[in-house]
């Protein structure tokens, strides 16, 4: 799988019309390869966060080449957004959770949670390993955590990205089993740094793939 993050720096006075144009990217459901694609407003920033998930780098690039500039020009989003900054890479867990898969937890979330990750250099392993044996099954014992996935940026960036029910279901993991889970990981032996990401989701930016077209899901 294959994931884009997309950051734009969105004046107030511009927010209604980048919202509206967000409406217009349900034009890509049909996308091959699409597995959904959420986002919403930050709540420390104030920037508009997108995540799109693909089945891979091809149908990923295939879009971009074929289809992304078509579709960016309709929505009126030009000149809606003082700054963008984009990453892509490769999915490199799943994080299980409530839902059986990612297309029906893109489809429920409530809030996304996203962890930018700076590894320290010889520690991706080992941070991958607690992921694994610590963080992803903590948040999947809290309830709520609807499924995740963590994705390679490059080699000492990774994102750790969560779909939850709620944002009462996130709290309340923050509260009753984030400290423990924490002391247990011991992170300073692993990051340089992180800043977290809290995304309400928008519902109406939700793209969900047509799945009758042959594609991933959205």
Known sequence: MWGKWIGCRVPVASRQRFGSGQRAWAAIGDAEGLVGQVGGWDGESGHARIMGLWSGSESYGRFMRERHDEVFALTGQEGSFTAVETAAGESVLDLAGETADLPGAL?????????????????????????????GPGMAA????????????????????????????????????????HAHAGLPEDLRSTTGHLIPLERDWSVVADVAAGAGTG
């Open 107 to 135: 489809a429920g979330a409530e809030l996304l949670r996203v962890a930018d990750c700076r590894v320290l250099p010889g520690r991706a392993e080992h941070f991958l390993a607690v992921q694994r044996r610590v963080w």
């Open 142 to 181: 809290a309830g709520g955590m609807r499924a995740g996935v963590v994705i390679r940026l490059g080699p000492d960036r990774y994102l750790v990205t969560t779909l939850w029910s709620s944002r009462a279901a996130h709290d309340r993991y923050r509260t009753e089993h984030f400290p423990a889970l």
